[in-house]
């Protein structure tokens, strides 16, 4: 268990909705990262948030968005759904790193959204 | 856009035998990350290299960072099943961005 949290487990809708995955961090840890692996795309970066603030933003749709709230979790906000969102979407969290580097991620479970 | 390419793709190799995986990227970057996913579970972060000449070593596995030749390496020292799964690396750039290999997948037979 890496001690990051992610609800829910299983997700089915349909083309158009909207969904709101959420992200617990280790306890202590001010970072908070997103990732999408699906089949087609591979493992894709979409976003990082330190401490509340956006820090790194990658291959992240418009019609997606992130934040992170005062007590460290995340949500992710994916809207007008379509069947190519369909994937395994983790989060992971870190602690501030040695010198301001990055340091080690710790997973989540992941959230495996599929859009019919 | 940064591409990371790994290589092999597939790796079938038997127990007690040595192999390494290579992992090039296009652009410098002195960031570079080993994550383990076994099928159907998250990912382990493995080795974190954030060096020129960055060695690290957990049981049978070494890592190590060129970054003026752009690669790194996963060493494996006399496989066991236990280490059967699928191994990516990632690169970070300077603008904290992540792009990852497509993975090897390594089988392990006894």
């Known amino acids: 268990d890496s001690g990051v949290t992610q609800t829910p487990k299983h997700l089915i809708t349909a083309t158009g909705q909207r969904v709101t995955l959420r992200c617990s961090p280790r306890?202590?840890?001010?970072?908070v990262y997103w990732y999408q692996q699906s089949l087609d795309q591979g493992l894709q970066f979409l976003i990082q948030y330190y401490n509340g603030e956006e820090r790194a933003k990658g291959n992240i749709l418009e019609r997606f968005s992130a934040q992170q709230f005062p007590d460290l979790h995340s949500e992710l906000n994916l809207s007008s759904l379509e069947l190519g969102d369909s994937a395994l979407y983790f989060c992971?969290?870190?602690?501030?790193?040695?010198?301001?580097?990055?340091?080690?991620?710790?997973f989540g479970p992941g959230t495996r959204l599929t859009v019919l | 856009e940064l591409k990371v390419e790994q290589n092999p793709l597939f790796l079938s190799m038997q127990e007690g035998k040595n192999y390494t995986i290579y992992c090039n990227y296009s652009?410098?970057?002195?960031?570079l990350y080993w994550y383990r996913q076994d099928p159907g579970k998250s990912l382990e972060s493995l080795f974190v290299?954030?060096?020129?000449?960055a060695v690290k070593q957990e049981g049978r596995l070494m890592a190590s960072l060129d970054t003026k030749a752009r690669l790194s390496t996963l060493h494996i020292t006399a496989a066991v099943h236990d280490l059967s799964a699928t191994y990516f690396c990632a690169v970070e750039n300077t603008g904290n961005q992540f792009y990852f290999g497509t993975g090897t997948s390594l089988t392990v037979i006894p």
């Open positions: 290299l954030l060096s020129n000449g």
């Open positions: 992971a969290s870190s602690a501030p790193g040695l010198a301001g580097g990055q340091s080690e991620q710790f």
């Open positions: 652009t410098t970057s002195d960031r």
């Open positions: 306890s202590g840890d001010l970072s």
